[in-house]
C-alpha cells in the first residue's frame, strides 16, 4: 500500500530565525540609544568646555582691566583738603585714573556689585574728569566685568601718614598717600584669584 508523500516541517526553523531576527532588532535599537546618548554627552560637554573658555577669557580680560586702572592710579587732592581723591571701602572702591589712547585724560573710576535683575554684577562705573580735574563732567558708563559675583571684598596695605607703620586695613579713607598695595577679592572666586596690585607710587601731589 502507497504511502501518502509528508511534507518537510520547517515551524520549527522558522521560530528560530524569527527569533534572532527580533533579537538583533533588540541589539540595534540598544546600540542606537547608546550611541544616542553618547553624542548627548559629547555636546554637552563641548558646550561646557567653550563657556568654561569663554568665562576664563572674560575674567582674563576683566583681571587685566582692573590691574591696569589701578597701576594707573593718581594721588589726586581733594579741594580744600589734604586728602587724595581715593576712597577705599571694603566692598567698594573709587579712584581716579590717567586715561588710555581711547580715553585720555583724567577719570574716576568707581568698582562695586550692583543687582541687574534676579543676578549680582561686578560693576565699573567711569566718568571724565572736569577742567579743574574735580567734578565729573559726564554721566558715568558703567561695564559689567562678571556676572554672579555674591561680594566683593577689597583690603589696603599700606601707611595713610608718613611717620605710620604699613598694615593691611579694611578701608583706606582721608588718606594722604595711595596704599602701596589693593587686594580684591570676588566671593564666589571660581575662576578668578585674588587680585593684588601696587598702585603708582611715583606721582605724588603737588
Given at each position: 500500500?502507497?504511502q501518502p508523500a509528508t511534507i518537510p516541517r520547517r515551524n520549527g526553523r522558522a521560530g528560530i530565525a524569527l527569533l534572532e ?57 581733594r579741594p580744600g583738603a589734604s586728602s587724595i581723591a581715593f576712597e577705599g571701602e571694603h566692598d567698594r572702591l573709587a579712584f ?44 558715568p558708563m558703567k561695564r559689567a566685568l562678571l556676572l554672579g559675583v555674591t561680594a566683593l571684598v577689597v583690603d589696603y596695605y ?49
Amino acid at each position: 500500500m502507497r504511502q501518502p508523500a509528508t511534507i518537510p516541517r520547517r515551524n520549527g526553523r522558522a521560530g528560530i530565525a524569527l527569533l534572532e531576527m527580533l533579537v538583533a532588532l533588540l541589539l540595534l535599537a540598544l546600540a542606537a540609544s547608546l550611541l544616542t546618548v553618547a553624542i548627548r554627552l559629547g555636546l554637552t560637554a563641548s558646550e561646557r568646555v567653550r563657556v568654561h573658555a569663554g568665562g576664563l577669557g572674560e575674567r582674563r580680560a576683566g583681571d587685566m582691566l582692573l590691574r591696569d586702572l589701578l597701576v594707573r592710579a593718581e594721588p589726586l587732592a581733594r579741594p580744600g583738603a589734604s586728602s587724595i581723591a581715593f576712597e577705599g571701602e571694603h566692598d567698594r572702591l573709587a579712584f581716579a585714573a590717567a586715561g588710555d589712547a581711547d580715553h585720555p585724560g583724567l577719570a574716576r573710576y568707581s568698582l562695586a556689585i550692583e543687582r541687574d535683575g534676579s543676578q549680582s554684577v561686578l560693576m565699573l562705573a567711569r566718568c571724565a574728569l572736569g577742567a579743574d580735574g574735580r567734578a565729573c563732567a559726564e554721566t558715568p558708563m558703567k561695564r559689567a566685568l562678571l556676572l554672579g559675583v555674591t561680594a566683593l571684598v577689597v583690603d589696603y596695605y599700606g601707611a595713610r601718614v608718613p611717620g605710620e607703620s604699613p598694615v593691611w586695613r579694611e578701608t583706606w579713607r582721608e588718606a594722604g598717600e595711595l596704599p602701596s598695595l589693593v587686594r580684591l577679592s570676588l566671593r564666589p572666586a571660581t575662576g578668578w584669584p585674588d587680585l593684588v596690585v601696587s598702585p603708582m607710587q611715583s606721582a605724588r601731589r603737588p
